[in-house]
């Protein structure tokens, strides 16, 4: 694949890693191990190497992260999904998740702070253009590919939704129609992702931001600059369309080898994935 100006390039799309440290500092292992396993894996280092080597087998050229990286905030955890992550060949462009800020954390510091610190990892050489794992630090960032753009929206964490809607709007102007795509970790809110909800979470509406809707409006207003809005958080596959806006949420990587998308964006400027 190539990303000369014109020609075609493919991304994949993973997310809800959930990577961690199997033996943090203090903790009763066992009763971790317990926790951890009634969540969900135990194994979710092993699994996300297993998907990392089916996407490496398809040369995108780059892999996006919708968030939840890693499965809870620590320096040991950080540090450990910049040493996996470099089992992609690609860069990786990541997005925010719940579980990779202060909201979602067993670890604290001695004086009971949470010390959130995502800049302590040294970059991945391979990704010249970042500081760090998240470029420049940023939580909320953009970047384009052969007249695509790709905005990385931090919608996982309080944020200040009056700045942060301004700078997506700003965003969004640059943007080329129908070759924008926006990159959320928590999902939007539409029949697809109620159904899911309900079905896996018992209805938990709380898995949706209440953020969701000032920036669905923001959105719908710029619906010709959009091509696709991708959020992972819900671990469930889904695809639909609400007012012209298409939403569709990324399975839960370490679920399977095969749970991420391939995403192929064509010189002529239309894109799909599979
Ligand atoms: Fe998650
Ligand atoms: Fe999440």
Redesign the pocket.
């Known amino acids: 694949m190539s990303t000369e100006t014109g020609e075609s390039f493919t991304f994949a799309v993973l997310s809800?890693t959930?990577i961690f440290d199997k033996a943090p500092a203090d903790l009763d292992i066992d009763a971790y191990k317990q926790y951890q396993t009634s969540r969900m894996y135990w194994d979710t280092n092993e699994r996300f190497l297993a998907a990392a080597e089916r996407v490496n087998e398809l040369h995108p050229d780059f892999v996006i992260i919708t968030g939840?990286m890693i499965d809870h905030i620590s320096p040991e955890n950080i540090l450990l999904y910049n040493q996996l992550s470099r089992v992609l060949s690609a860069p990786i462009f990541p997005v925010i998740?719940n579980?990779d800020n202060t909201s979602m954390t067993i670890y604290k510091k001695p004086d009971g702070e949470i010390d959130v610190q995502w800049n302590l990892a040294e970059p991945n050489e391979r990704a010249k253009f970042r500081s760090g794992i998240f470029p420049d630090g940023k939580f909320n960032y953009s970047f384009s590919r052969n007249g695509f753009k790709f905005i990385i929206v931090n919608n996982a964490e309080d944020v200040s939704i009056l700045e942060q809607l301004s700078w997506l709007e700003s965003e969004l102007r640059s943007g080329s129609d129908g070759k924008t795509f926006i990159f959320n970790h928590v999902p939007l809110k539409t029949p697809a992702t109620t159904e899911t909800i309900r079905r896996v979470w018992a209805g938990n509406e709380s898995l949706v931001m209440g953020n969701s809707e000032p920036q669905f409006e923001l959105l719908h207003a710029y619906n010709s600059k959009i091509a696709c809005i991708f959020s992972?958080?819900l671990?469930t596959f889904s695809d639909d369309m609400v007012e012209g806006l298409r939403q569709v949420v990324c399975p839960?990587t370490v679920q399977s080898p095969d749970s991420f998308l391939l995403c192929i964006c064509n010189a002529g400027g239309g894109w799909d994935y599979t």
């Open positions: 809800d959930h939840d998740g579980h992972g958080h671990h839960m």
